[in-house]
């Protein structure tokens, strides 16, 4: 059975991308980050990943940058809520499995709480991880979900324009 969603990756890219789940919007249209209230596309614009706006509908451009996005949890579903912390510990070894696979630079989660199962702690710092995931370099982004409140654009523009600088240090 395909994914709902499909994962958008080559091997030995800069960054991928890792969403918890797809939103059920994302998988109905084939394309991530697609909800109107999602800040993914504009921030990642902003934080000078790419040159351009991309659209959506045209997600898998990312790869002409050497990023990719991807997801924990394959299971759709309208918000974080309806996932349960056991889905993203379940999820832990094939996902590391995934990363070894494709074997990106950068794995940056988006949003604390897939990361923060998968390897077993309940406190995690923001930004650079102290360990690889997968042989990656790990580190943790805010959710650019509309719904994050915590989170104003020019906040998240900030922290992701910190991992850009990293990637563009290496």
């Excluded at 890219?13 to 504009?42: D, I, Q, Y």
């Excluded at 710092?125 to 654009?153: D, I, K, T, Y």
Aim: glycine fraction near 10%; proline fraction near 7%; hydrophobic fraction near 50%.
């Amino acid at each position: 059975m395909s994914k709902p969603l499909p994962d958008i990756v080559a091997p030995n890219l800069s960054v991928v991308f890792c969403g918890l789940n797809p939103g059920l919007s994302a998988a109905v249209e084939g394309h991530h980050f697609v909800g109107r209230g999602n800040r993914f596309w504009r921030v990642l614009h902003l934080a000078g990943f790419t040159p351009e706006l991309i659209a959506a509908e045209h997600d898998a451009s990312l790869l002409d940058y050497g990023l990719g996005i991807t997801s924990v949890v394959e299971r759709p579903t309208a918000g974080v809520d309806d996932l349960a912390r056991s889905e993203f510990v379940n999820a832990a070894a094939s996902f590391e499995a995934w990363v070894r696979r494709w074997a990106p630079h950068y794995v940056a989660f988006l949003g604390k709480a897939a990361y923060a199962a998968m390897i077993g702690r309940r406190v995690i710092p923001w930004g650079l991880q102290p360990e690889p995931f997968g042989g990656a370099v790990a580190w943790v982004l805010p959710n650019p979900s509309g719904r994050n409140l915590a989170f104003s654009q020019d906040a998240l523009v900030a922290a992701y324009r910190e991992l850009r600088l990293a990637v563009e240090g290496d």
